[in-house]
């Protein structure tokens, strides 16, 4: 059996203790298993994704003692192949453009008839007022550019659905470390639950080609990752990514998400407070040893 795992950063900020605690456990858990790791460039937002960053993560990684395969994928090389998952979306009528603005979803979230905004891991979760907007059938016009495409949860849940044995059967994946309320094993969830905690994602942006969720399923698919370690805080979406991977008839892989790092508060760790960047570490002198005592790894 192939064992290949992967770390995935966004070149959007400093790598902090919670990236390189995902980041060593990975390529623990490849070597421990004689298997790959890899490095991924998740640079598909381009507005927010700086070449300085990436020049960055390589050297933070390198001193951490990090070695990954060449060449690096780089997910502003990949824009053909979601392009391609898209138009079949498309093509089965699971897509459709939405021109809300983040002002017209508030607003009609939190219409009378529609009660408390709901939160899913995406933001508020959409209403659907684009959702029946145009009555053609997807697959007689072309997938539009330049605006956004929401996945139909509803389609979405009826088409994994027909693939389960039985009514009522709930899609499954495994998870080799735990989730935020203790999920491990065999972990299941029911694909209709969709619809009211995440609801219609966008799987492709106004402002770029794809989306965080759609080229992560793809990549993780092309690069033949076999066990996806991240952080608890992702758990919610990798449900998203299981679905995903269902329609689009990808392999699941195995999920191992491990707890946060958090700071002297207790809060977790963002990209935008550098307190906890690898680099400041480093600059005052800790050692890459010291960095896998923080983060609570075995010192090798
Ligand atoms: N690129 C994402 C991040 O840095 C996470 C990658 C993943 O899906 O595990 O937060
Ligand atoms: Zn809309």
Redo the contacts with the bound molecule.
């Keep these: 059996m192939p064992y290949v795992t992967r770390f995935?950063?966004?070149p959007t900020g400093p790598l902090h203790l919670g990236?390189a605690y995902?980041a060593l456990l990975a390529h623990d858990m490849a070597q421990e298993h004689g298997g790959r790791f890899l490095l991924r460039i998740?640079d598909i937002d381009r507005e927010r994704s700086k070449p300085e960053w990436e020049d960055q993560i390589y050297q933070d990684l390198e001193w951490l003692g990090l070695q990954w395969e060449m060449p690096v994928m780089r997910q502003s090389d990949r824009l053909p192949a979601y392009r391609a998952a898209l138009e079949t979306l498309w093509q089965r009528s699971l897509l459709y453009p939405c021109t809300c603005t983040r002002r017209d979803i508030l607003d009609s979230a939190s219409a009378p008839q529609e009660g408390a905004v709901q939160y899913g891991p995406d933001g508020i979760i959409y209403p659907g007022t684009c959702r029946h907007r145009t009555g053609t059938p997807h697959s007689l016009t072309p997938m539009p550019d330049n605006v956004a495409l929401r996945l139909d949860m509803d389609l979405t849940a009826i088409q994994i659905g027909e693939h389960r044995v039985s009514e009522g059967e709930s899609v499954y994946f495994r998870e080799t470390g735990e989730g935020p309320n203790g999920e491990t094993g065999l972990t299941a969830f029911h694909p209709e639950d969709l619809l009211t905690t995440v609801g219609d994602i966008v799987l492709s942006r106004k402002t770029f080609l794809g989306s965080?969720h759609l080229s992560?399923v793809l990549d993780d698919a092309t690069q033949g990752v076999t066990h996806?370690?991240?952080?608890q805080d992702?758990f919610e979406?990798t449900r998203i990514?299981v679905a995903l991977q269902r329609l689009l008839k990808l392999p699941t892989p195995e999920y191992h998400h491990h707890a946060l790092i958090r700071d002297d508060n207790g809060k977790r760790l963002a990209k935008r407070d550098d307190a906890k960047a690898i680099r400041k570490f480093r600059e005052e002198g800790a050692s890459p040893t010291d960095i896998r005592a923080m983060v609570g790894l075995p010192l090798c």
């Design positions: 995935a950063p966004s990236h995902s998740e965080y992560v996806v370690v991240r952080g992702l979406a990514h």
